[in-house]
C-alpha cells in the first residue's frame, strides 16, 4: 500500500476501505506517514467527507492506537458525557458526582480551556490540592473505590487523536465534523466505557453556531458510537448565552457547589441541563427504566444530598481540600470586583456568549495558547440573563479581577456582549433536541 | 500574515489576493511555511480550484521566486515552444534549430523524460559529446552566437516551482490544472521570452486522455500568458498514437536528422507538427505576417537545409559531434533489433501510445525514478500507424534492445498496444484545435 494512493483515492471521492484507514493511522503512528502528506490527506477528507463506514474505521483505529481501558472488573455499567464546549459550561462537575452516586461508573478524561471555551481541569484546579494527573493505575483504583474520577488527557489513549489534532490545528482542517466526531469519539472510546451522553452545544458561545450543524454533528457522532456497538445519545443544547450565572474556574466550581447544595442562588438552567444529562447517564447505563423516572432519581440525589457527598468524595480522593463544599470562601478569590450597570432599560434580548468567554479570558481566566497560565480567580458573575427585565443604571453583571488594565480590556467587551431592548424577547428553549440512533431522533424545537 | 488563514480562505472557497499570494510564495522560499501547511493549501487549491486572477499571481509570484533573463540585449524576439509530453515527441530538435534558422531567438530549457514520456535532454544527450549543462553566461552567449540553445533546469529560474512540485508529487496534486499551468508558465517566462508556442497533447500517450482537458488546460496557460503580457498561443494535438516512428533517445534524433534533411523516411505527422509549431512561433514573433506565410517560410528553411546548419550548429555549440547529421550509424546503436509481425490482418485500429511508452522504458530507454540511467541506443521503430493495412506476418515493428529479459517484457506491451481490425478506421486529425486568446479561439475538429 502507498499512502499517496489513498491522497489520490479520498481526493477524488472514493470510499477507503477500513483496513486502508487501519493501515494509515497505524504508519503514521509509526512516523512512516510524513505531515505533508497527512495533511493533504486531511484536506481532502475535510473538503470531500467521510462515509459513515470511513469514519467509524477512523474512529476505530484512532481508539486503537492506544491502549484502551478495560473496565470490566466493574460490574457497574460505565458512562462518561463529553460536551462540545461552550461559556460557563460546568456540568461535569455537577453530572459526575451525581452519575457516580446512582451507580454509574464515570471515568471521565478531560481537557482544558482553550480561547473562549473554560475546561473542566482548569475549573477543578482552582480548588485548592486538586490534582488531575492521576496515572491510569490510580484511576481505575480510584474508580473501583468511589466510582468516579477526574483526570486529564494521558499520553497513552488514543494518541493518534493528539497528533493529528496538533497537525488539523495549524493545517485549516480542524473544523471537519467526521474528523471533529472521530477526535472526540476516539478519546472517548478509549475510557472502556459502555455508553456516552453528548451535549452537543450551538449558538454564540459555541464552537458550532447553527442548530443544523450541532444536529449533523450529534448524528454523525451517534452512529459512529452504534457502529461501534456502543450506546450513545446527544443533546442539542442552546449556548446562544453562558450556561449559569458565573464564568470563570473558581466562580464556576462555587456555582455547581450550590446546584449539589440545593442552594437558592443556584441558575435553573444549570440544574435543568445538568439534571437533563444525568438522567440520559442513568438510562443509557440501564440503571432507571426511563427519562422521566432518571431524573426524578437525579432530583433527589440532589435533594438529599447525594451528589455533594460524593463531589466531597472526588475531591479528597484527588488530594483536595473539601471543606471548600462548605466554605467556597476557601477557594480563590480576586482582589476586586466591580459590578457593570446597564447603560439603558429594556429586557435582555442576547449575550453573545463568545464576548464574555473572551472577556473572561482577557482578564486572565483562559488562555490564548496551550502553554499560558489561568488566574483560577478571576471572572464575571452575571445578574441578569436572557429575558430579564432591567432598569438602566442596574447591575447587569459583577467583574472579579487581579488586575486594573485587564479589567479595562475586559470592560468593552461585556457591555457590547448585552443586547438589551424592547419588548420581552421569546423564550429560547435550553435543550433544543435529543439524537438518539440513526432510525429514531427526537427533536422538540 | 497568518499562512493559515490563507489555507482556510482556499479551503472556504474565497479568493487570495495577488499580495497574498506572493507573500505566500516568499515565505515558503524562504522557510518560513513548513511543507504540512503548504501541502494543506495544495490540497484545497486543487479541489477549489483558482481564479484567473489567482493563477496568474501564483505564476507572477513562482516565476519572481528567482532568476529572470534578461535577453533584452538581443534585439530579435524570443519565442519558446513547451510541449506537455508524449510519446515519441521529438518535435524541440527540429523546432528549435527551423524558428533559430528563421531569425528567432529560441532560448529552451527542456526536461528529463519521466515514466512513459521521454524528454528532449535525454535525447539530446544521445548524440556524443552533446552538453544540456550550460550556465546561464555561456547559455545567452550561445543564444546571441547562433540565437539558440537546449539545456536543462538550473537551479536558480523558478526555485518554487522545483519545491512545490516536489511537495504535489507525493501529496497527490500535481493533476491540477492550475497549478500544471503555473508550473509550466513559471518556469517558461523565467526564460525571458516575448512569446510562447505551447503543443499540448491529449490521448492514450498524454498526461490528459480527453481533447475537453487538453482544451481548458491550454484556455489558462493562453490567459494567464496574456495577463502577464506574454503573446501565447496553444496548439491541442492528438498523441493517441506515437509521433512519428520512432521510439527511443538516439532513434528519434535519427528521426529529426531524416525531418531536417528532407528525407523520404520523415514521417509525414513529425513534419506536419513540426512545421504548424513552428510557424506559430514565427507568427508570434512577428516574422511572419500570417500563419499561411510563415508555414511556407519553415517548409523552404526545411527544403534549403537551413533548418539541418542551424542542428549542426547547436550540435557543436554544446561540445557534441555535428557528423551525427551526416551519417546517423554515429549515434549509439542497439546490439540486437527484432521485427514484431501482426497476428492478424486488417487496419491498425488504434495504437496505445502509453503501452509503448512504458515499452521503450523496459527496453531501458526511459526512467521509472528520477535517479535512473537511461540506455541511449534502445527503443521502437514503427513501421505501421494508425489507418495503415496490414497483413497477418506482416511487419508491425522493430525493436532495437540491448537485453533478452528486457525484449520479453516489452513484446507483451507491444502486442497489446496495436489493435488491428477492419474496416479501416475514420482518420484523426493531428492538430485538433488552436487557443489563442480568452477572446477568440479557433477549432478545427
Known amino acids: ?147 468516579v474520577a477526574l483526570i486529564g488527557q494521558t499520553e497513552d489513549l488514543a494518541p493518534a487523536d493528539k497528533r493529528l489534532y496538533a497537525l488539523r490545528d495549524v493545517t485549516g482542517t480542524v473544523e471537519s465534523q467526521s474528523l471533529i466526531c472521530a477526535s472526540i469519539m476516539s478519546k472517548k472510546l478509549a475510557e472502556g466505557i459502555d455508553a456516552l451522553v453528548l451535549d452537543v452545544k450551538f449558538g454564540s458561545g459555541a464552537f458550532m453556531k447553527r442548530v443544523e450543524d450541532a444536529r449533523s454533528l450529534a448524528h454523525l457522532m451517534v452512529e459512529t458510537g452504534e457502529r461501534m456497538n456502543k450506546r450513545v445519545a446527544a443533546l442539542l443544547t442552546d449556548m446562544d448565552q453562558p450556561l449559569g450565572n458565573c464564568i470563570g474556574n473558581a466562580l464556576e466550581v462555587r456555582e455547581c457547589i450550590d446546584v449539589l447544595k440545593t442552594s437558592k442562588d443556584a441558575p435553573a438552567d444549570l440544574i435543568e441541563l445538568s439534571v437533563a444529562l444525568t438522567a440520559w447517564m442513568l438510562l443509557l447505563g440501564g440503571i432507571s427504566p426511563s427519562l422521566a423516572a432518571a431524573e426524578d432519581r437525579v432530583r433527589s440525589l440532589i435533594a438529599d444530598g447525594s451528589g455533594l457527598r460524593k463531589f466531597r468524595d472526588i475531591i479528597t480522593a484527588q488530594g483536595g481540600d473539601p471543606r471548600v463544599c462548605d466554605d467556597p470562601s476557601r477557594l480563590p478569590q480576586a482582589r476586586h470586583t466591580q459590578t457593570i450597570p446597564a447603560l439603558t432599560s429594556g429586557y435582555v434580548q442576547h449575550i453573545d456568549s463568545e464576548k464574555i468567554g473572551v472577556a473572561s479570558l482577557v482578564l486572565g481566566g483562559g488562555r490564548e495558547k496551550k502553554e499560558d497560565a489561568v488566574d483560577p480567580a478571576v471572572g464575571l458573575v452575571l445578574s441578569k440573563k436572557v429575558g430579564d427585565r432591567v432598569a438602566s443604571g442596574e447591575a447587569l453583571c459583577t467583574v472579579h479581577y487581579n488586575s486594573d488594565a485587564r479589567l479595562t480590556e475586559a470592560l468593552a467587551l461585556i457591555e457590547s456582549a448585552y443586547a438589551i431592548a424592547s419588548p420581552a424577547p421569546i423564550a429560547r428553549k435550553l435543550i433544543h433536541g435529543i439524537v438518539q440512533t440513526s432510525g429514531g431522533s427526537k427533536f422538540n424545537g
Chains 1, 2 share one sequence.
Request: aromatic fraction near 6%.
Open 1 to 147: 500500500m502507498r499512502f499517496i494512493d489513498l491522497i489520490r483515492k479520498k481526493r477524488d471521492s472514493h470510499e477507503l476501505s477500513a483496513d486502508e484507514i487501519g493501515w494509515m493511522i497505524r504508519q503514521y503512528s509509526a512516523d512512516a506517514i510524513p505531515d505533508y502528506q497527512m495533511s493533504a490527506w486531511l484536506m481532502a477528507a475535510f473538503l470531500r467527507g467521510l462515509s459513515p463506514a470511513e469514519l467509524a474505521a477512523l474512529t476505530s483505529a484512532m481508539l486503537h492506537s492506544g491502549r484502551v481501558l478495560d473496565l470490566s472488573a466493574l460490574a457497574a455499567p460505565k458512562v462518561d458525557k463529553h460536551s462540545t464546549g461552550g461559556v460557563g459550561d460546568k456540568t461535569s462537575l455537577i453530572i459526575a458526582p451525581l452519575a457516580a452516586s446512582a451507580g454509574v461508573v464515570v471515568p471521565m478524561i478531560s481537557g482544558r480551556g482553550l480561547g473562549h471555551t473554560g475546561g473542566t481541569l482548569d475549573k477543578l484546579e482552582s480548588i485548592p490540592g486538586f490534582s488531575v494527573n492521576l496515572d491510569i493505575p490510580r484511576f481505575t483504583a480510584q474508580l473501583a473505590s468511589i466510582g
